[in-house]
């Protein structure tokens, strides 16, 4: 099993909308928690305009809106969740990312047979292909 959240505060529609599309064409996600810091519960609309489209992806939206804790804080919430549903591994987005379909199915084949392996960080690229070097091990 396969959960993710995303943390959604002043987040650019367009962005919502493309890492939204990666998640439901990759077919894999079982749980996606939409985790809300805004002062409002602006996004919560979110869940009735991708309902059908998760369904179709086997999806549950799980919208989830808090006092603004923090990016890991918040991040927390849905996997202490994800890990009392028993979860085998959750993934972490960011609002600004994109990926293709056979991404995930991909990572959760390496997991699968990487057991020794605790965490997994992509590769990360700018939009013209150049490598984008993290501040992370």
């Known amino acids: 099993m396969l959960t993710a959240s995303v943390v959604l505060f002043n987040t650019p529609r367009a962005q919502i909308s493309r890492l939204f599309k990666s998640v439901f064409d990759s077919k894999c996600v079982e749980t996606f928690y939409i985790i809300d810091n805004s002062p409002n519960d602006k996004w919560r609309i979110l869940e009735k305009e991708y309902a059908g489209v998760a369904e179709a992806a086997g999806t549950k939206i799980r919208y989830i809106h808090n006092e603004n804790l923090g990016y890991g804080a918040s991040h927390n919430l849905a996997m202490q969740e994800a890990i009392e549903q028993g979860t085998d591994y959750h993934l972490v ?14 990572l959760i084949r390496f997991m699968d047979a990487n057991t020794d392996a605790a965490y997994v960080l992509p590769r990360v690229e700018y939009p013209n292909g150049e490598l984008q070097y993290l501040c992370k091990l």
Do not use: M, S
Request: no cysteine; charged share 20%; net charge negative.
């Open 93 to 106: 987005l960011n609002p600004d990312i994109y990926f293709e379909a056979d991404v995930l199915p991909a």
